[in-house]
């Protein structure tokens, strides 16, 4: 079930609020001596293609959003614990300051759940007077807050909270539980009590536990959907952020200082930006449009150069991705974006000139922004990773074709971008078609006749939040385990087959990687090298050399999967995973973050779901 949508007209906040809060929690902010440490969860069993080395080189943009909002916020002694370059960290040992943080936060997408479970089970070891308020978010907590509680008296660990939204929400929290903090009393002792005096329930975008006994909650309080910020120029800026990094390391602690900012570059050498936000299209795999109301947000280009231009001067990074959902999804602002960053100079120097960035487009708008495409190389973008899911547009119809998607790709190489498209395999597509474009190493030798610089070829999964995920549990489709082996959350991203109805599912998984094997393999590599007339002959070398890399930990890591499901006995879900903690809103109602089937949520009419009112 996709998130619902608030009211029409209360979807965003009202413009400033953002600035406004900002500037009150500095105010606030002198008054409390607090240490911060926010934890980003990573699971080193997910590291293949497609993401592969940019998974360590790329701090990730959620993490480092909530670090910037809380320096900007006045809360200097913050540091951000990357898994990615720390992960023997262990939240119970941590000390900054000198002291025990007085906030933790963890942030977990799902595929990385695994770690951050373990970190949240970490931290209630400490004694619970001591403990730090623990907060939850991330896109696990978005689609799934329930699991930051457990459930099982045995083993009883959970979050305070879960912020299920972005930066204003975390910051609202803050505020209300700051101001009824006590002389010396700890913040997690003033935010039970905010808590239950019902402070908290006029905050959208929260999940927190009431009641319960031997460690496990009676029920969720869920306060709804968030507003969202409608300028993203009403973010904090992203570059102090850097400062607050935790150096690599493989202590279980804290080291007296963050990363040195002149050795940021080393480690950080992709910088992850947020663009814009949102999608106008509504494909059923997809939480993205619902979890963004349907809107479509950005940051003037103005502000994006001075952001580009700030990181490179101050920690040498060159290279950037966009963490955008589709950058090209309004043709308009994004044209202004690029004509922007392209006449932005800084020291006499033009920034498209010292910059290189890419990020995600959809190929239907490569073809409406094709004479935009010049001044997209101009503004420094090198790469940019398209969904073309399925040329056939049987999985999904999102404006491609065979015709479409080759022309897409001659007129990014004609500009010197590389083209980088993703595929979805998916049950009714096979291998091989001797006839037609069907086949999964059809349209892959067709990209690579095309110009592909990469490819990436995953498996349709189901994905909390969208239209398809319960579809997809109560056809049969999900696997629960094979050979004895459970399905874990780190192979949930698409690289593992872990959602088929097909006869014989290992197939899909032995068709990825052969597919990967076609594309990226020593002949093509010598063959990009020979070609004359390839503008982009060497970049096209360097993915070739890690894609062939990330091919060999892909294998390693999905052949026993295979093998189970081609041998062991495949037991799979009817029902999707909800909280085994009823969940209500804040007078009662529906939770809005809930799946139906959920205990204790009322089953409100189809209207009552559709508004949150």
Sequence with gaps: MELPCRSPG?????????????????????QHDLATVIACAFDHRSRMLPFIYADLRMPPAGPRAIGAAMLDSGFDKTRIVLQQWNRHFKPSLARL?????????????????????????D?????PSQRPLVIFGGSKAIYEPWDA?????????????????????????????????????GVRQAFLRARDEGLLDAIPGLVYARGGRDGVPDELVDTGIQRLAGDLDELPPVGPAFRLLEAPGRRATLAATALAPGRVGKYATIGCMVLTIGCRLSCPYCPIPAYNQRRYRSKSGARIAEEMHELNRDYGIRYFFGADDNFFDDKERAAGILESIARAEFDGARLGRKVRWGTEVCLHDVLAMKDHLRVAHDAGVRALWMGVEDMTATLIRKGQSVDRTVEALRLLRENRICPMPMLMHHDMQPFHTRQGDYGLINQVKILRKAGATSIQVLMVTPSPGSRSYEEMHSSGQVIESAGHKRVEPYMSDGGYVVASGHERPWRKQVNIAAAYAYFYNPLRLAGVLVRRGNALRYKDAVIQAMGMWGLAHTVRRTLGWALRLRFGAIKRMTVSPTSRIPMRGPTGGAASHALPGTLGLEHAAAEGFATVR
């Excluded at 009202?14 to 002198?30: F, K, Y």
């Excluded at 300051?97 to 949240?120: E, K, N, Q």
């Design 10 to 30: 209360d979807i965003l906040l009202a413009p400033g609020a953002l600035v406004g809060i900002r500037a009150r929690s500095r105010a606030t902010a002198r």
């Design 123 to 127: 931290v209630c070891r400490i004694e």
């Design 97 to 121: 300051d000198g002291r025990i943080p007085d906030i933790f936060m963890v942030s977990c997408m799902r595929v990385h759940w695994a770690r951050g479970r373990d970190m949240l089970r």
């Design 149 to 185: 509680f457990s459930a099982d008296a045995g083993d009883p660990w959970a979050a305070d909270a879960v912020v299920t939204g972005e930066e204003y929400v975390l910051l609202a929290l803050l505020e209300r539980v700051l101001s009824v903090r006590g002389r010396g009393e």
